[in-house]
């Protein structure tokens, strides 16, 4: 599993620089601010399975560019059956025109309880591909697309290409 880690966010950092220096991810639009824009949100699906509520923070003081989000998830059904993720994921915001904007990124999901892929995998590899909509103040945030899910368990690995997430959230 550390490996498989490894090599996540190793091609995380190779395509990010790559798709920037090709102009394919140009910022330009992106609004600078007296500190870093922050949203709260729900999401549905995505690197935390189920349901979580997550916090996104960029790391400069523009709009877009790269940032982080960091959540907590999943559900419990009685005594039948439980489970917990937490989603840690690097992200980068393209575009910005009006606040709509690409997003890009990749991370690592714990989970703990009964997954859905093997009562033995606890790290797995997230990705995410999207758009998200975020003011370029404060309002609401809304973001959708997929979060491929991959890693390995003692039966093999897998790969979920299509994951969907949908979240609607506050940036401020």
Not at 36 to 61: H, I, M
Not at 66 to 73: E, K, N, P
């Amino acid at each position: 599993m550390k490996k498989l880690l490894f090599i996540a966010l190793v091609l995380l950092a190779c395509i990010s620089p790559n798709l920037s220096a090709q102009g394919m991810l140009n910022n330009t639009e992106s609004v600078t601010r007296t500190s870093p824009q922050q949203t709260a949100f729900f999401e549905a699906a995505g690197p935390g399975l189920v349901v979580s509520f997550n916090y996104d923070t960029r790391f400069t003081k523009k709009q877009g560019g790269i940032g982080a989000r960091i959540g907590v998830g999943g559900f419990a059904l009685g005594n039948d059956a439980s489970l917990l993720t937490i989603p840690i994921q690097i992200n980068y915001l393209a575009g910005g025109r009006n606040g709509h904007y690409f997003e890009v990124g990749g991370g690592v999901t714990y989970a703990s309880g009964d997954t859905p892929f093997d009562q033995e995998t606890k790290v797995f590899g997230t990705a995410v591909f999207g758009y998200r909509y975020q003011p370029e103040g404060s309002g609401l945030n809304f973001r959708g697309g997929f979060s491929p899910i991959f890693g390995d368990t003692p039966n093999g690995a897998f790969f979920i290409p299509y994951w969907p997430h949908l979240s609607l959230g506050y940036t401020f």
